[in-house]
């Protein structure tokens, strides 16, 4: 239950709301699979669940993703270099990748839910020929919330990838599409039969996009999200994040949509 | 461990002797602010003797009994889980020094207890807790250094409670295992005297202690027949067949929302079950900002915190709250550690405010939806 300490490489802003936490985690590295997170600590303030969004294959450096939203993360925009973060994790089931060796991978992002399915999109790319084909359908609010711009633009000049991006409200300059991600689903290159979907976003976002990859042939049992929860000890003990029978901390926070699907049709559970 | 003894009234002092030069500290239930509450207790005069309890929905009064009873009452609004799991505890205490944060060594040692009077259901909600703090993948081990050196003195009852529902349970009203020593208390005209079962080694090694000679067979019957005529006694019952289910398939049942209506959602229910596990924890620093220290308390899921994450509570309504933590109780706990999480004790039916009864809402669910399979 004691955080380990790890100083702070740098911080950069994303977003106007978004930045990331590069950790040293030192020599020893920090393994961890797609999909976990970490408890991060702000000493004497409090401790929050973040995803882990770097690339699993750099151990040696750790990447958090945080939008500032309460006391501790809004502290956390604040640290600098050599400040210490305590870090417990890394936590839950991860994204699985394995499961989509072979199959056509579809990644479904809203808003910062792109920074749980970065460290899954790093493992599909650098292990591309296990593949088949690959998309990425990323919603976000307005062209100012585009999260890892830059690498997205990169990706989307990959010849052995698809990227649609769409916005909620464009501004004068943005020549993409306007409307919600699920709109894309229908467009995105896949074979329906043999796809796995990874969604990470706003539940009611990942719950629409589940529905609509559902309807359009996927199995439940291949369409996967992360899930979101007030979390506390991240190891099953403090009752938080309890989703009917889930412990979102341990038994998740990476579901099936077939698991789920009962579950998220019921309001407050 | 067969064999059960006979501790006469005047020699049951001894236990407590015994125990002390063992190095236990004891706890049970003494009186206190007209309520029967467990606290350290020296001798057997800090017992509540001769006193019982009457329990309704809502209600709970002390009274004075004809006789001298040591243990003439059921349960009060404590368990012996505040002995495990406190309800506030420092995790840890941290140090910003010139190399970096350090960990300061609390160096508490973990009191060792004796729960005395531990009546079968809480007995029962210490071994549902062992499972969900000692069962992994993760273990608390705050607890389970706590839970490791316990000696367990039960009680059980000869009588029951108006809230009380063992029985339906499965978990009373004789302790049947995990206890050291096993009590039952018989009164009347052969003498206030208590029948003792060792269930440990340990257990054998205390009796052993205390005066006492094998029980004859009349003693042996009368105390079995005092149970049996307990079990038949409890206040409520619950219909646990399917209960997993039932629930489960019924969140939209219009009663959830009847019952979010009289809930306050004080709190109450949770902070007196036996077997609620809900914690969250409290990050401080010093005024210098040098140390820091988290501390652990317990929490209830009929906060609207207890479920925020940005944005708002996810579970704004008293219906959702109830809802969560009577299925919780009932039917997910199930799931999550292969055991109800409810003992039967009625704690959370007495020291509701408004007296909102856990066992009528299960009949309620049940009862509607076995009309519409009658209608269907």
């Not at chain 1, 989307?156 to 306007?178: I, L, P």
């Not at chain 2, 706590?146 to 004789?174: D, H, I, L, W, Y």
């Not at chain 2, 706990?333 to 066992?359: A, E």
Request: aromatic share 8%.
């Amino acid at each position: 239950m004691v955080p380990r300490f790890m100083p702070v490489l740098d911080v950069w802003d994303d977003t106007d709301d978004t930045f990331t936490v590069e950790l040293d985690p030192g020599p020893a590295g920090f393994s961890f699979r797609p999909g976990q997170f970490n408890m991060l600590y702000v000493f004497g303030l409090g401790e929050v669940p973040i995803s882990i969004s770097g690339d699993p294959a750099t151990s040696g450096r750790l990447l958090h993703t945080i939008r500032g939203v309460g006391p501790v993360t809004s502290a956390m925009r604040d640290l600098a270099k050599g400040d210490l973060v305590g870090v417990r994790g890394p936590f839950g089931v991860p994204w699985p990748v394995g499961l989509a060796s072979s199959r056509d991978v579809v990644f479904v992002a809203g808003g910062i839910g792109l920074a749980p399915l970065r460290p899954a999109l790093y493992h599909v790319l650098n292990h591309r020929e296990e593949y088949e084909r690959v998309s990425l359908l990323y919603g976000v609010r307005s062209p100012h919330d585009l999260l890892f711009e830059d690498e997205v633009t990169e990706w989307r000049g990959r010849f052995d990838m698809a990227v649609r991006v769409t916005v909620d409200t464009a501004d004068r300059k943005w020549r993409g599409s306007v409307g919600v991600v699920t709109k894309l689903i229908p467009r995105a290159p896949f074979d329906p039969h043999n796809a796995v979907a990874f969604i990470c976003g706003p539940e009611i976002m990942m719950q629409f996009a589940a529905e609509e990859l559902a309807k359009s042939g996927v199995r439940a049992g291949r369409i996967h999200l992360s899930m979101e929860r007030n979390m506390k000890c991240g190891i099953g003990l403090c009752g938080h994040c309890q989703f009917g029978k889930d412990f979102i901390c341990k038994d998740g926070p990476v579901f099936t949509y077939e698991a789920l699907h009962s579950r998220l049709d019921v309001r407050e559970v | 461990m067969s064999t059960t003894a006979v501790v006469e009234r005047e020699n049951f002092e001894e236990l407590f002797e015994a125990l002390r030069a063992r190095g236990y500290e004891s706890v049970g239930p003494t009186v206190r602010d007209s309520t029967i509450v467990y606290d350290h207790i020296e001798t057997v005069a800090d017992l509540p003797v001769g006193w019982t309890d009457i329990q309704e929905a809502g209600t709970y009064r002390l009274v004075r009994r004809k006789d001298e009873a040591l243990f003439g009452y059921v349960i009060g609004p404590h368990s012996f889980k505040k002995y495990l799991f406190p309800p506030r505890h420092t995790l840890f205490t941290l140090e910003k020094t010139s190399e970096g944060v350090k960990l300061v060594d609390a160096g508490d040692p973990v009191p060792q207890y004796a729960f005395i009077g531990m009546r079968p259901c809480e007995l029962a909600a210490m071994s549902i807790q062992d499972r969900v703090f000692g069962e992994g993948p993760f273990f608390d081990t705050e607890y389970l250094r706590r839970r490791q050196q316990v000696f367990v003195v039960a009680v059980n009852c000869v009588e029951t409670g108006g809230t009380c529902f063992c029985t339906s349970m499965g978990t009373g009203p004789k302790a049947l295992e995990g206890f050291d020593l096993s009590v039952t208390e018989l009164l009347g005209d052969a003498g206030h005297r208590f029948l003792i079962e060792a269930g440990s080694p340990l257990g054998e090694e205390v009796l052993a202690d205390l005066p006492h000679r094998a029980a004859e067979s009349g003693e042996v019957a009368d105390a079995e027949r005092l149970l049996e005529q307990a079990e038949g006694a409890m206040g409520r019952s619950l219909d646990t067949g399917g209960i997993k289910e039932l629930l489960v398939g019924n969140p939209e049942h219009p009663r959830w929302e009847r019952v979010g209506e009289q809930c306050l959602t004080c709190t109450n229910c949770t902070m007196v079950c036996p077997t609620c596990f809900c914690a969250t924890v409290e990050d401080t620093q010093s005024l210098d900002g040098a140390t820091a220290e988290r501390v652990r308390r317990w929490d209830s899921c009929f906060t609207t915190e207890f479920s925020y994450i940005h944005g708002g509570s996810l579970r704004p309504s008293a219906a959702a709250r109830y809802r969560q933590w009577m299925t919780h109780k009932l039917a997910s706990w199930i799931d999550q550690f292969g055991t109800s999480g409810c003992v039967g004790c009625g704690r959370c039916i007495t020291w509701c405010p408004v007296g909102i009864d856990i066992t009528k809402i299960a009949a309620a669910i049940r009862a509607s939806e076995e009309k519409k399979h009658a209608l269907a």
